[in-house]
């Protein structure tokens, strides 16, 4: 009996740790715990004493990079010359989701990426990588290395093999704009809550260059052949949806969710659009956008899909804040502008921050899509000074350098929102969704 009553003290003593922390895992067999890289919760960044703002001001001055990333993005091609062109993976992780590799699974803590198709984990005995990393040797489902001659590896760019011969497939990728890695194709098993997809290929890193590389990896869920929906075979039947929480919410972690189960029995779609010529993106049809009441004059072939020139809009995880081609952003701001009145005032990557006194006077942003309007809830169209003194409408413009219309409605704006990606279906659903 005294046993019996020790027990469940101590069982009581758990749960109520596990209740009153709020980094405690609430992963369950439907979601995934999503973790803002920058909250208290990340393993990788320790808090520091600054504004959510200038967190968010830093992210987002890496866009550029991101965006001009995406611009480049073609159709992979198989690679049959020794040395295949490396391509500049510009990948902006703002979520990571735990998951599993081998067995008995090895915690990482991975980068969400909805517009890289390929994942990659650091190996053990990595040069420049972090304290952790995945140990093949003591997975007992580790398969080993590809060689040059198997499907996955004229998948994968930045390949590195001779026209013929069963060479190890090894690749090298740039990251970051001022980091790169190479890596060794692998497979082993990849646990995500409580499925598991074997024989999943990934790149095992064996060295990296630079500090911008995510620590811990990174797990594409873009469209492409290499990525978890298509690895995964009818797993997940080609369905996932996630919710990000806010950029202020330091305790409280988003969700992942995989296949169809668990997703929003109500949820409003718009088609999902893919081009041969960026295959890896999710593009949908972006047909008007307003500020308040007023519809902004925008001439049609700035928001245009062409499966072609891989012009258009697509939704992506891993840029900070909204993008748009400089002359439809110039109208959004300037109509923007016309019903807040001003000063105006620049920070950063935002060109329109007003006295937040003024706030009252700022008008919704509505995105058209085919068969679907999203009207942004105010947290996700303005974002505030550290002194809250200022408020500004938190988009900006593309490079001017991009070599085609590509506008990007990105994480910022996508918070407590869920995102589902139906690809079997081609069709994009969004419901309004708190997950702080």
Known sequence: MEFVATFLLFAFFISSTNALDPCASQTNALGLSLIPVYGKCSPFNPPKPVSWLNTVIDMASKDLERVNYLSTLTAQKITSAPIASGQQVLNIGNYIVRVKLGTPGQLMFMVLDTSTDSAWAPCSGCIGCSATTFSPNTSSTYGGSLDCSTAECTQVRGV??????????SFNQSYGGDSSFSATLVKDSLRLGNDIVPNFAFGCI????????????LLGLGRGPMSLLSQSGSLYSGVFSYCLPSFKSYYFSGSLKLGPAGQPKSIRTTPLLRSPHRPSLYYVNLTGISVGQVRVPIA?????????TGSGTIIDSGTVITRFVQPVYNAIRDEFRNQVKGPFSSLGAFDTCF????EDLAPAITFHLTGLTL???????????SSGSLACLAMAAAPSNVNSVLNIIASLQQQNLRI??????????IARELCN
């Open 420 to 429: 589902m990606f139906d690809v079997a279906n081609s069709r994009l659903g």
């Open 355 to 358: 006295t937040a006194t003024n």
């Open 375 to 385: 009207t942004l809830p105010m947290e996700n169209s303005l974002i505030h000074s």
């Open 160 to 169: 590195s093999c001779t026209a013929t011969g069963s060479s190890a497939c």
């Open 300 to 308: 049609p072939e700035l928001l245009a899909f062409n499966p072609t």
């Open 206 to 217: 064996n060295s990296i260059s630079g500090r911008s590389i995510p620590p811990q990896g």
